[in-house]
């Protein structure tokens, strides 16, 4: 079970990267690395709550993805507006 969920994080991962290294401008990089990224460590975190399923992980990998999908989009669309604004 774990590896249907760790195989798409690692893909997820990957692709941020590629995107951070390949595109051109910050904000797209940012894009690249806020939404890619999110999705590859959601799918990361709910492969080790199944791994660690009987001791009760799925509390702190639920608040740990709710956390990552707020605060990873939150502070690119934050950096955005400030490079945005002083240039």
Not at 1 to 30: C, D, Q, S, Y
Not at 59 to 85: D, I, W, Y
Request: aromatic fraction near 10%; proline fraction near 3%.
């Amino acid at each position: 079970m774990n590896e249907i969920l760790l195989v798409p994080g690692l893909i997820f991962l990957a692709t941020g990267t590629l995107g951070i290294i390949r595109l051109k401008g910050t904000l797209n990089r940012m894009h690249a690395s806020s939404k890619a990224s999110t999705l590859g460590v959601g799918f990361v975190i709910l492969a080790g709550a199944t791994e660690f399923y009987p001791d009760g992980a799925w509390l702190t990998a639920f608040l740990a993805l709710v956390f990552m999908f707020v605060t990873a989009p939150t502070g690119a669309h934050m950096v955005a507006r400030a490079r945005e604004e002083s240039s």
